[in-house]
């Protein structure tokens, strides 16, 4: 199929954007275009004008505190495999963009686009939220920062309003005593994950997040306190359980095998030195 007629336009920065953006209501941005043309061809997504924010110098960029990394909406997944950007959690960001898609994908995907898409069963938004990053958003009248957290709403829905734009996430810097992981299960090498589990675990804070079960990644609440006392054996799988029971079809025996052994094995990767 082709896609319905649009106009399109490159945008040289970010406030050219966002003006572009706020002259057509029926306009998206377009970064790498991974989802976004797909999408048009099959005509899930009819716009009357795409604004491609993927040049922006200033979404290109990275930088970093003392306390934070700051990841502009447009490094793509390869940069940030490549090393060339920072990593707020000692390598696993990297680790975790390998097994994104495939190099080509990678090439051109970004890290905006993927949480701007909020797939349930992408990479990006479990890593994030597991990270306490916050989506520093621009608009017509200011950026605003939001928590990843009150970002994601559902499958494919974020709370991002027309004619905003994900400049860049901010991810707090994790301490040296900390330890970052990232277990995916998929069928083949290249697709998205049946099952994703960020976990990450230091002296202050444990949290476990997971992902590609029901229509937004969660943080697991009773596993992430029990990962942080150490808890193990029965203990352990009734909390996972308990986790996600209300996130998965109640029959689903397979399913939910599949994610509380990912839980399990994310635990015990931070877990063991
Ligand atoms: C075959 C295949 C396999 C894949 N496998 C995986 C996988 O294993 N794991 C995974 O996580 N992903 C996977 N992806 C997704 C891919 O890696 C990209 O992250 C995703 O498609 C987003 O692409 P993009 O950055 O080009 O955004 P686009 O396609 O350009 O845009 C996607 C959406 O986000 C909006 N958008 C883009 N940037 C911004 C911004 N800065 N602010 C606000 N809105 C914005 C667009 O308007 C559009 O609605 C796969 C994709 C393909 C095609």
């Not at 795409?50 to 934070?68: F, K, P, Q, R, W």
Request: proline share 6%.
């Amino acid at each position: 199929m082709k896609p319905a007629p649009f106009s399109y336009a490159r945008a040289r920065s970010l406030p050219e954007a966002l003006a572009m953006l706020g002259a057509d209501a029926q306009s998206l941005p377009l970064a790498g275009g991974q989802s976004l043309a797909p999408m048009l061809n099959l005509r899930m997504t009819i716009c009357e004008s795409l604004v491609d924010i993927g040049a922006i110098a200033e979404l290109l960029v990275a930088s970093e505190t003392n306390d934070h990394v700051t990841i502009g909406a447009a490094v793509t997944h390869a940069m940030i495999e490549d090393g060339s950007v920072p990593d707020p959690a000692h390598g696993m960001m990297r680790r975790a963009a390998q097994k994104i898609a495939y190099r080509a994908i990678r090439c051109h995907g970004t890290i905006g686009g993927s949480v701007a898409m909020a797939d349930p069963a992408a990479d990006w938004p479990c890593i994030l939220l597991a990270l306490d990053a916050i989506a520093l958003v621009a608009g017509a009248s200011g950026e605003r920062r939001v928590p990843l957290d009150r970002l994601l709403v559902g499958t494919y829905e974020t709370s991002l309003q027309q004619g905003e734009i994900i400049r860049a996430f901010e991810i707090p810097k994790l301490p040296p005593d900390a330890r970052a992981t990232t277990c995916k299960i998929n069928r083949k090498t290249g697709a998205f994950a049946d099952s994703i589990v960020t976990a990450v675990h230091n002296g202050q804070k444990s949290r476990v997040v997971l992902g590609a079960a029901g229509p937004r990644a969660r943080i697991l609440e009773n596993a992430s306190m029990s990962m942080a006392k150490n808890i193990n054996g029965a203990a352990l799988d009734q909390a996972i359980s308990t986790d996600i029971a209300g996130m998965l079809p109640e029959d689903d025996a397979y399913l939910k095998h599949l994610h509380a052994t990912n839980v399990k094995r994310a635990i015990n990767e931070v877990m063991t030195p």
